[in-house]
């Protein structure tokens, strides 16, 4: 036997058809990978829409949370959502672009932008938990805004930032040089050649790297549990500076109480959940492909 | 920017100085924007100092009640109980056994998922399994926290009886599904980075298509899907909400996956669930260790970086 020999003999193996025969074996071992990602997707999505489709309900999107399980609704965490999504949009996009601008457009080619760039590559890697640490710190306690809204969403903004920031980066980057240099050309200063020129092209792929990133932001939980968000609101958040659920939040008490009726509910509530990430992937994804049509032309 | 300064320079009674002037101000605007931009290009620096800042300063309350070598070597966690013991070993322990078991799933199956992707897939499967694995990857953890407890827990029970309704296994699983899109893009990117001279040359010299994948592309790519895993590990080490959802809140010495375990980040998890007062050694505990946590995933992170950079193979 061949395969019994030394490690160089191994190596080679002479037999063509037995090598053929290696490589379906391998193809089909590559193709089952594949398929457990895929089938753990559809077990995943079947499981919440067999566990959740008989408690979803118009009443369960408007009513409060409850101890009754047949009463109980996700009103304040959709509200709490959706204020969570439109703060952090509007913390993490003027910081996100103005640093992306600054280091495509701006910035010399020297060691702090080159700390800069590492810096943000490092960020993206840090545990969303730590993140909910520093919020704890920072924004709770040493800013004093407690345990509302804008503490949650100012920690759910630094947590998205790198990732707004290298979209918008690479979106600036696709702008052809030829723009700019004719601009600056007929006189236009850098900045008028950023605001007039570079951005209007780059803002269907900023745009497109924006949603994304709101898309992770109302999917975590672990920050805003250290921030302080609360799972049973029963009232409907009217300011920044109020108590807060979001939908995670409540899927996670749910998940944790032993009923079933509970785990049903938990169950609905990620389908909610889910849908609400599914329209804004596809928003992003028209998004992207309409720019790259229009670029093709 | 023009339109504030105009009016400026209108006012003046023309000729040759008020342009000069319009172009100062118009300069002095420049300024204070690309001053602005910059501070925006500073708070992602900021936002590492005080990530520093915060662990260190919080903790450094705590190394003064609880010496750093029993932190370190402890092998018992009970901060939250009478008899209070603070030795990390226990969350470590429960932290590496998770992390270790999401490896064992996520490391050969996202890589022979980017082999093929990268080697095999035509390109109309790959435009249907890529987006299907970005939605995967997009799935917030606290579903798959969910999916751990309520339906891999309940078949993993029935096929190990003695396996509780809290154990590190299923939160390994998820957690090892949760990575396998990341480290599936991330080794597919390294392998098409590989040139097709080389492939061709392989298959010249008779290769089949098996041993051009393996003995020249992913050799070729092996910085890129090395670095990958280590990223994986990292992301594993710091993921929280399946683990504290999955693998309950019993910290222990254990290497059995059977069993239930504490991970760091579940330990945050319970302190700031429960009525911890501020200022209290169990509070200062979740900077402590979270100073661990952040050091360990930032130390590989940090190496991932150098090896995508250092040990890349560069061909012409």
Known sequence: MREAGPARDARFEPRLARRRRNGRMFQAVCLASIAVSLVTLATLLADIAIDGAAWLSGEFLTSFPSRISSRAGIRPA?????????????????????????????????????????????????????????????FVRYFGFGRSLLAGAATLALLVLPVVIIAAQEAIRAVPSSLREAAYGVGATRWQVVRSHVLPVAMPGILTGMILSLSRAIGETAPLIMVGALAFVAFTPTSPMDLFTVLPIQIFNWTARPQADFHGLAAAAIAVLLVLLLLMNMTAILLRNRYQSKRGQ | MRDQVAPQAGSDSGGPGADLRWRAGRRV????????????????????????VVLVTESSGFFREVPLVDFLTGTRWSPLYTNQRFGILPLLNGTLLIAVGAMLIALPIGLTSAIYLSEYASPRVRGIVKPLLEILAGIPTVVYGYFALLFITPLLRVAFPSAGVYNAASAAIVVGIMIIPMVASLSEDALSAVPRSLREAAYGLGATKFEVSTRVAVPAALSGIVASFILAISRAVGETMAVTLAAGATPHMTLSFLDSVQTMTAYIVQVSLGETPHGSIEYKTIFA???????????????SNRITTRFREVYE
């Open chain 2, 289 to 303: 260790v979270g100073l661990v946590l952040f050091c360990m995933t930032l130390a590989m992170n940090l190496v």
């Open chain 1, 78 to 138: 959709i509200l709490g959502t959706i204020w969570i999504m439109v703060l952090v949009a509007l913390i993490s996009f003027p910081f996100g672009v103005g640093a992306a601008i600054y280091l495509e457009e701006y910035a010399p080619r020297g060691r702090l932008t080159k700390l800069i760039q590492t810096n943000i590559a490092n960020l993206a890697g840090v545990p969303s938990i730590v993140y909910g640490i520093l919020g704890l710190a920072i």
């Open chain 2, 29 to 52: 605007g420049e300024g204070v924007i690309a001053g602005l931009l910059f501070l925006c290009g500073l708070v992602s620096v900021l936002t590492t100092v005080g990530i520093v």
